[in-house]
C-alpha cells in the first residue's frame, strides 16, 4: 500500500520538525548533549528530571512510585504442646495464603525491565527480595520445631509481601526556561503494579509470648485463638481445630493485579481491514550512528527486519516513512511504513512478551502492535530511540553486522546500541 501525499497541518509541522533533527549537522552548532557519543549507557542513574546523554535514547527504566511491605502467614497451624510431648515434633501446616511474584499484568517475570524492577524495590526498601518468578506454594508446608515448654503455639511459615507501583523512565530532549534544550530522564507510556517477597521465615509462638509489633511473628500470634479459656483450658497435644472466629486470609493462588496491558498501554486493536495511513512526503534511513548499516524491511513476508547495508540494489527497502504522527511532551508517536515493501514495522502478537523478539513488517492496520514511539536528542542532532507502544519495549540489535535482526528488548540495549540515527534521504 503506498501512502497518500496529503498531511495535516498538524502532521507537517511535526515532519518539519523531526526533518529539521535529521539533516545533516554540517554548518549546525551541535550542543555537547547532542555529541556525547553513544557507547555506554550502563552506568547512567535514572531519576526523573535527571540528566541523560544520546546513548541513553534508547533505553528505558523502572521507578517505584510507591511501595508496602506487608508481613504475611503463608502456612500455619494451631499446636497444643502439654507436659511429656515437648521436643522436636514435624508439624503440617495449612496454606493460609500464596505469593507470586509479577511485574504488570503478565503473571510473571519476564524480561530485563520487569527484574530491574524488583532489583529497585529491593534496593529502595533495603530488602532482598524475589527477583525472578517464585510462587510461595511451591514451599513445603512442613515445619520442624524443638518445643521446650508446653504452651498453646502456632507453628507457622511466613515473609514479608511487597507490592506497589512503578513508572517507565525514558531519555528524550527537553526545552528548558532558557529555551536551550537538553536531554533528561522524562516518564514515559508505561506503569503498572508488582508483587514480591523476602525469604520465608518458620517459627512457632505462643500467646503470652511478647513479639515486635509488625513482625511475621505477631501476624502468626493474631491467628491465634487467645482468649483466656481457650490459653488455659486443658488440650490433648496436637493440632488445634480451626475455632470459627480465627481469621482465614486464603488467597488466590495469583493475586489480582490492576494496570493495563504489558506495557501499560491501551490494548491492540483486531487485524481489520488496512489502514489507510497519513504518511509525510519525507523518507528516512534508520541507521547506526556513523556506520553504513540501517534498518531494511524483508521481502519475504515471514523474514524480519535487518541491517542491512544502503546500496543502488536496496530497492527502498532501507527506506522508512513517518504516518499517522502525534506528539504528546515532546515524545513523537507513528507508524513506520517501508517504501519498499509497502508494509509497517511490527512486533508479531505470538511475540509481544518474548523478549529480543524480532521486528517484521506487516500489512499496515490500526494496531498499537504497529506504533512506535520516537525519543529525540536536541535539534541539530539526528539521535533516536525507539519504543514499540504496546509492548513497552525498546529496539535494538545484539552485534553489528550485516544481516543481523532488530529486536526487542524490555530495557533496551544498555551499552548504547539501541540508539539510531534518523537521517532524510
Partial sequence: MRPTRSVSRTGRALMACTASAAVATVGLAVSPAAAA???SAATTQAEPGGACTAADLGTR?????TTEVTPTITHFKGWYVTEGTTGSQTITTSTQTTISVSVGLNG????????????????????????SYSSTSSESNTVTWNFSRPGYYGVYKGTKKVTGTYGSLNCNRVQQDDASWALKWAEGPGSGSFTTYTALEEGAVRCEDEVPASSIMARAQALLDCGPAAAKAEHPAGA???????????????????????????????RGARAALDCGPDAYKIAVPGKPLSWGAPLLADDGVRLR????LSAHLDNWRLCDVTENNGVLEASLWNWGNGRCA????????????????????EDDLQRFYIYRDVPGSPMIGVQNKYTGSMMGHDRYADGEFIRQYSSGRQDGTGTYTLTGV
Fill in 37 to 39: 557519543p553513544a557507547t
Fill in 61 to 65: 527504566h523502572p521507578y517505584i512510585k
Fill in 108 to 131: 510473571t517475570v519476564q524480561g530485563s525491565f520487569a527484574v530491574e524492577t524488583l532489583g529497585t524495590v529491593g534496593a529502595s526498601l533495603g530488602l532482598n527480595v524475589q527477583v
Fill in 240 to 270: 488445634v481445630a480451626p475455632a470459627a472466629q480465627q481469621p482465614r486470609d486464603r488467597l488466590a493462588q495469583r493475586p489480582a493485579l490492576t494496570g493495563a496491558t504489558p506495557a501499560q498501554q491501551p490494548r491492540a486493536t483486531g
Fill in 309 to 312: 547495508p544502503s546500496t543502488i
Fill in 346 to 365: 511490527a512486533i508479531a502478537e505470538q511475540n509481544a512478551a518474548t523478549e529480543r523478539a524480532v521486528l517484521i513488517t506487516a500489512p499496515c492496520a
